[in-house]
């Protein structure tokens, strides 16, 4: 069956830096577009950042340029967001998203939760 599987998420200092990685089964995984969302307490579910199926366009919330990165490993089924210079308001929980290239199928994980404090 299709799953996401996030991990990574954990408390880290403002200032800090942390990895998020989705590991993904069940579907094919090169034929769909990835992404990155968060929702904070109280707050709508938001787009972090997003990368096509080979990895050469990617795209990021004005919040986070220049301090995050998104990739993936298609040999690998992972997609990864690499969070530098953190702020509290990056606390939030955050999903890995799959996206059918040609639009349709679209698939959840379970969300990992990301705290920001000193």
């Known amino acids: 069956q299709v799953q996401l599987v996030e991990s990574g998420g954990e408390l880290v200092q403002p200032g800090g830096s942390l990895t998020l990685s989705c590991t993904a089964s069940g579907f094919t995984f090169s034929n769909y577009i990835m992404s990155w969302y968060r929702q904070a307490p109280g707050k709508e579910r938001e787009l972090v950042a997003s990368?096509?199926?080979?990895?050469?366009?990617?795209n990021y919330a004005d919040s986070v340029k220049g301090r995050f990165t998104i990739s993936r490993d298609n040999a690998k089924n992972t997609v990864s967001l690499q969070m530098n210079s953190l702020k509290p308001e990056d606390t939030a929980v955050y999903f890995c998203?799959?996206?059918?290239?040609?639009?349709?199928?679209?698939?959840w994980g379970q969300g990992t939760q990301v705290t920001v404090s000193s």
């Open positions: 998203k799959a996206l059918y290239f040609l639009g349709g199928n679209e698939y």
């Open positions: 990368i096509s199926t080979s990895g050469s366009s990617t």
